[in-house]
């Protein structure tokens, strides 16, 4: 049965492409079946991750709109170059803005981007800030993580005036933030998007919350 | 169990070991071995995908003719590991956001496909089970055991994260044995991965040539043969 000369006949050649057509349509079915079944779970796990990290932000009682689905996303080139595309999540309550968190990336890190959120109250303060996802060292960078150290917890509070715009800098550069250990790099391009965040907001306030909301792909 | 599936059990956990003795699979293997938990969401989605793949491959045996059987067992493959990642993107999201990329990249772990050919190509379903299950348990056992070691030497702590894998309960499945543990940061880089997986090579050899009833000496570099050495 197992003729040793391929392709010797056509009707090998046909019963073959036959076999593998079956396998892969019995393989498509079965992954179209599967993600009709996970679809819906896997949006809602990913709605669920989305507002676990925004509530880190914006606290739940603050604000009584959907923040999940309250979001657009632009890309500018003047303020976040190389066409980094910016999401904002606007927090309300009884329509009155309350704050807005930027998901955006911050680049110049030591191993890459940082893919931070920025929370910001409407009068300009920093409600926080969290990194969502990094490839700095182990060891050195991490302390960016809330598990490793309260580093990052040190923005909340801060605003374009406290300090003022010439200690917008880590130590090392004459600012007023504390690098880590053994990093600078990272610090830096943290606490530099940080304050781009908050030029950006304070230009761009009345945009940001009357911009209608664009849901997509979170 | 029968002395046939008993056979099958023992050569993929230990007689020809994934990680250990194959050594295949060695890309995941040094990446995700951290932690413990990280390493049992890995080892248990592998076994998963072994379990399966090997099933399809073995039930297709009869229709696939050799010269198709690599694309039809890459095909079969690439589903049963595209199908598990959305089951744990379902249902473990948070381990699924951790091991990332480890997870389609299943798709290239040597062992799947040298298990599909040397053996569910030419064995009935049930055995070939129980092979996928054991050459994953196999290879998940490596998995934790390095980075037990990892996440000990490195954090002082065994189950960090455990919630990852076993719901919310797991968290405190957490073991801090040195309390203010410096960390130390060789094992949790991938140099340290190396060194603990040479440990582990060589631990194994060494109970190996042990039960043989060999002198260490005559242990065998861990290869793919397990044909001792003639030297």
Known sequence: MDSKQPGGSTGHAWRSALALGLVALIGTALLAGIQQLTR???????????????????????????????????????WFPGGREVTVYRARLHGEAVAAVLKLVAPGGYNGDIHMLVGINADG??????????????????????????????????????????????????????????????PRAVVMAVRQALEYFSANKEMLFAQPAEPGNP | MKPAYRSIFLDGLWQRNTGLVSLLGLCPLLAVSGTVVNGLGLGLATTLVLVFSNLAVSLSR???RPEIRIPAYVLIIASVVTATQLLMQAWLYDLYKVLGIFIPLIVTNCAIIGRAEAFA????????????????????????????????????????????????????????????????????????????????????????SRMAGQSPQHAIIGGVNETPSTA
């Open chain 1, 40 to 78: 819906k779970r896997i949006e809602a796990q990913e709605r669920r991750a989305v507002l676990a990290q925004l509530g880190q932000l914006v606290a739940a009682d603050r604000y009584d709109n959907a923040l999940h689905d309250d979001r657009f996303t632009f890309t500018d080139n003047r």
């Open chain 1, 125 to 186: 303060t920093l409600t926080g800030v969290r990194v969502t996802a990094h490839k700095e060292t182990p060891g050195l960078g991490d302390a960016l993580e809330t598990a490793r150290s309260h580093w990052i917890l040190g923005f909340s509070g801060r605003s374009l005036s406290d300090p003022q715009p010439s200690g917008w800098a880590v130590r090392r550069d004459g600012g007023v933030f504390d690098q880590f250990t053994g990093a600078t790099i990272t």
């Open chain 2, 62 to 64: 009869g229709i696939l």
């Open chain 2, 121 to 208: 190509a030419r064995n009935a379903p049930l055995p070939s089970i129980m092979d996928g299950l054991a050459t994953g348990l196999g290879f998940c056992l490596t998995l934790v055991l390095l980075g037990a070691l990892r996440e000990l030497a490195g954090r002082g702590t065994l189950f960090s994260q455990a919630g990852l894998v076993f719901g919310r309960w797991g968290d405190q499945l957490q073991i801090s044995l040195i309390a203010d543990y410096p960390g130390f940061l060789l094992a949790v880089l991938p140099p340290g991965a190396f060194f603990g997986l040479g440990l582990l090579i060589a631990g194994r050899n060494f109970l190996h």
